[in-house]
């Protein structure tokens, strides 16, 4: 069984920061493409950042220059790091991953539970 684990969400201020962590458990062959998505109360999800296997990285205008993905392949964990947070950030943010599991020779979207980050003004 593969799982994402989220944590890190919590209240904050505008202005301040916070990071949120997404692990991969189970048994995982290998993990493609990554990224954060987020849901705002009566709002569709929208798609935050992506990071490839490669390293390359995509932000939503929203977020550029104040949020950063990364990951760490060797803990199977991916980040996200929120500066200067505003008001309109508040969401339930989720994180997804393409996930080769054992056995298998595709990939299939993973998504975490979502985490609440609220910021308040």
Same mark, same amino acid.
């Given at each position: 069984?593969?799982?994402? !684990?989220? %944590?890190?969400?919590?209240?904050?201020? +505008?202005?301040?920061?916070?990071?949120? /962590?997404? +692990?991969?458990?189970? /048994?995982?062959?290998?993990?493609?493409?990554?990224?954060?998505?987020?849901?705002?109360?009566?709002?569709?999800?929208?798609? !935050?950042?992506?990071? #490839?296997?490669?390293?390359? !990285?995509?932000?939503?205008? &929203?977020?550029?220059?104040?949020?950063?993905? &990364?990951?760490?392949? +060797?803990?199977?964990? @991916?980040?996200?790091? @929120?500066? /200067?947070?505003?008001?309109?950030?508040?969401?339930?943010?989720?994180?997804? +991953?393409?996930?080769?599991?054992?056995? %298998?020779?595709?990939? /299939?979207?993973?998504?975490?539970?979502? #985490?609440? !980050?609220?910021? &308040?003004?």
């Amino acid at each position: 069984q593969v799982q994402l !684990v989220e %944590s890190g969400g919590g209240l904050v201020q +505008a202005g301040g920061s916070l990071r949120l /962590s997404c +692990a991969a458990t189970g /048994s995982i062959f290998s993990i493609n493409n990554t990224g954060w998505y987020r849901q705002a109360p009566e709002n569709q999800r929208e798609w !935050v950042t992506t990071i #490839t296997s490669g390293g390359s !990285v995509n932000y939503a205008e &929203s977020v550029k220059g104040r949020f950063t993905i &990364s990951r760490d392949d +060797a803990k199977r964990t @991916m980040y996200l790091q @929120m500066n /200067s947070l505003k008001a309109e950030d508040t969401a339930v943010y989720y994180c997804t +991953a393409q996930i080769r599991r054992l056995g %298998s020779y595709t990939y /299939s979207d993973y998504w975490g539970q979502g #985490t609440q !980050v609220t910021v &308040s003004s």
